[in-house]
Every structure is written in structure tokens, then in C-alpha cells.
């Protein structure tokens, strides 16, 4: 772990660039509205810790009424038990014997859960879970329309719902029903008509294995851009939203229902970045390239101007066109850069420097960065 690049109490124009950077009074916001949105839809708040790697900010969460957090990975997972939290879901298949070890060890120390798409990879957890002396919560995962991981909706995942149900230190504990795809598609009545249709995956699923016997106690799933659908269908009892706290460039692109791109929440999370260069009156170079940022959903934005525009990243440098705007940087000039996707990038940093009134209030770590 790196020091950290600024310290309790100084300006913000004084702390170390490139730095990831948290306007804690719009974070804070962030979490109120979707803490009370979750009570107001009458589902369960279970955010992804994704998204911040931070047990600190987890907590936060719990705080606020979440029943616990998703992770992807089982270090995530290690992670966030380490640092006080006691319910965490695995939204992952977890199929390497080190690692189901590891987590099978996990659920003696907190609540722990997992997913699963393959009977083989059920028996394995089960073994482990033999072994360790324990009984380890399992859910089917459903592909309701992101293909990537998950058995098919219906008899396929009836099937591996028994078997799970069949295996002694396993208990079968509900559909995980995450449609990733959705998330970001642009319009708005396209984004719902994908969610609902992801709902009615889910449902009949669900109605299916209750039909054979089996209870299933919950539906999971829903993010940032589809939180609000989900729940409309009554099928859905948690919710997994993750970029909410932070936002970012790629969800800020979403449309609201008049065609706007309105979100609701707020860019809280920047890169703050120095000019190193200014080599031309349309151009500058800060020091935040691809070690700094990820451009996999495209390039951050420029705080404050739309006018002005980061265009191109390498390792170390970023660049900015000025365009038509009358704003320009010179060196030594401090830019705050939204991130394009704020998952990677905050796997970036081992530090989140948070402030209020342009003075550092906080210094949270990224205790789960890399963590696999």
C-alpha cells in the first residue's frame, strides 16, 4: 500500500495528484436517496462493494439500513468481513479449491453466500463446506438476459435448485437474477422493458421451484441504472446497486423519460489531476493517463465544462482539448476528471481521499483493491 497522498485537514489544492478524490457531502447524499428509495419500494438495500473496494464506506451502508454488501470475488469478500462486515453475498461462481477454502473458512466468520450455475461446482462447495463444518447458503443464478454467467431460466434452473437443495451443508437460498446489460442502455423505456423482462425470468423461475416444493426465499439482483424497475414487478425483495455512491461519466449518459440525461444521483468521485503541459492554446496534458483512470466505458469527463474535453490516455499522460471553450489550463492547474467507469478506476488507488468544503476530511482504504 501506498502512503497516502494527502492529509487530515489540508486544502485540497494541496494534496498529491493523481489522487481519487470524494466530495463527501454529495456522497453522503447518494447514499440517503437510494437508503430511503429502497424503504420507499419496499425491497432490501445490498449494495456492491465493487464499486468502492471500502470497508469503511460498507459500513456506511449498513449504517443506513443496507442488510449487508455483494462482492464479485471471494477476496473482495475477505475484505469487507475484516473490516466489520458481517453479511456478504458472492455474486460470482466460485469454482477453484483454494478459493471455495477460503470462503466455505469465510462463513464460520459472517454470514457469507454464493452463487452457483453448474450441479459439479454445487458438490464442491458442499465438500468444502463438509469439511469445514459448516453450512453454506447457495443461490441459483439465472441468466435473465446478460449471458454471461448463469443457468437458463425455468426447468434448467429448477434442476440445479434441487440439487442443491439435496446436499447436506448446503441450503438453497434464492435466484440471483443481475442483468448487467441493462444497467447502461441509454433509453429509458428500452432500460425498463429490459428489466421487467428480467423480472419475468425471475418470477417464473421462482414460481417453478416453489411449485416443486422448494422455497425460495429470495430474488436478487438490480443495479444503479435499473434499481427503480426491478421492484415494480413484485418480484425482486433486494436490491444491488453499487455505483450510486459515486456515479460516474458512463452512467450520467442514461436517459430519464423525457430524453434527458438526468441521473439520480451525483458525481461525488473525481481523478484530481495536474496540467503538466500546455504545449499549444488547444491543448494540455495532465498527469492522469491509464494508470489513473480506466477508459473502458469511455473517457472521463472534464469537471465543469462540457466544452473542454480529456481525448486521449497513455500510461502516464492524459490530454485535453480545450475546443471552442474560452477555458484553458495552464501548468500547475488542478483538473477534477469524473471517471468513465468508477469500478476499475477506484481499483486503481489504495487511498479515498474524502473532503468537505475544499479541506480533507477523510482518508478511507482501498482494502480491497486487486483482490481476487
Known amino acids: 500500500m501506498m502512503r497516502p497522498p494527502a492529509e487530515i485537514g489540508i486544502p485540497t489544492d494541496e494534496i498529491e495528484t493523481p489522487a481519487l478524490i470524494l466530495d463527501l457531502d454529495a456522497f453522503e447524499r ?3 436517496r437510494l437508503a430511503d428509495s429502497a424503504r420507499d419500494l419496499g425491497v432490501r438495500l445490498r449494495p456492491h462493494a465493487k464499486s468502492h473496494k ?7 451502508q449498513v449504517a443506513l439500513g443496507a442488510v449487508g454488501v455483494c462482492c464479485q470475488t471471494v477476496g473482495e469478500a475477505e475484505a469487507m468481513v475484516m473490516g466489520g462486515v458481517d453479511d456478504v453475498l458472492v455474486t460470482n461462481e466460485v469454482v477453484d479449491r483454494v478459493k471455495v477454502n477460503r470462503l466455505v473458512s469465510l462463513a464460520k466468520q459472517a454470514h457469507v453466500a454464493v452463487c452457483a450455475d453448474d450441479a459439479g461446482n454445487a458438490e464442491t462447495l458442499n465438500e468444502a463446506a463438509a469439511a469445514f463444518g459448516t453450512r453454506l447458503d447457495v443461490l441459483v443464478e439465472v441468466n435473465v438476459g446478460a449471458n454471461r454467467c448463469g443457468v437458463e431460466p425455468g426447468k434448467l434452473a429448477l434442476a440445479l435448485a434441487e440439487a442443491i437443495a439435496a446436499l447436506p451443508n448446503l441450503n438453497f437460498a434464492g435466484l440471483q437474477a443481475y442483468h448487467g446489460g441493462a444497467q447502461h442502455i441509454r433509453d429509458f423505456t428500452e432500460r425498463r422493458s429490459a428489466a421487467l423482462s428480467a423480472a419475468e425470468k425471475a418470477g417464473a423461475t421462482k414460481a417453478l421451484i416453489e411449485g416443486a416444493g422448494l422455497s425460495c426465499e429470495r430474488i436478487t439482483g ?10 415494480e414487478s413484485g ?43 500546455r504545449p499549444d492554446p488547444g491543448r494540455c496534458v495532465v498527469n492522469a493517463g491509464l494508470k489513473a483512470l480506466s477508459v473502458d466505458s469511455g ?17 502516464e499522460h492524459g490530454k485535453i482539448d480545450f475546443g471552442k471553450s474560452n477555458r484553458g489550463f495552464d501548468p500547475g492547474q488542478r483538473v477534477r476528471l469524473v471517471p468513465g467507469h468508477c469500478d476499475p478506476t477506484v481499483n486503481l488507488y489504495d487511498w479515498i481521499v474524502g473532503y468537505r468544503k475544499n479541506r480533507v ?3 478511507w482504504p482501498v482494502a480491497a483493491r486487486g483482490a481476487f
Not at 471500502?54 to 456506511?60: L, M
Not at 456515479?247 to 473525481?270: K, P, T
Not at 466544452?307 to 497513455?314: I, Q, R
Open 299 to 315: 473517457m472521463p469527463l472534464v469537471d465543469g465544462d462540457e466544452g473542454v474535453l480529456y481525448v486521449g490516455a497513455s500510461d
Open 54 to 60: 471500502c470497508p469503511v464506506i460498507a459500513r456506511r
Open 222 to 231: 438490480a443495479g444503479t441504472g435499473t434499481y427503480r424497475f426491478e421492484p
Open 361 to 363: 476530511e477523510a482518508l
Open 30 to 32: 447518494n447514499l440517503a
Open 235 to 277: 418480484i425482486y425483495d433486494e436490491i444491488q446497486a453499487g455505483s450510486y455512491i459515486f456515479m460516474d461519466a458512463d452512467y450520467g449518459r442514461n436517459l430519464d423519460e423525457g430524453g434527458a440525461a438526468v441521473s439520480d444521483f451525483e458525481h461525488s468521485l473525481h481523478i484530481l489531476a495536474t496540467v503538466l503541459s
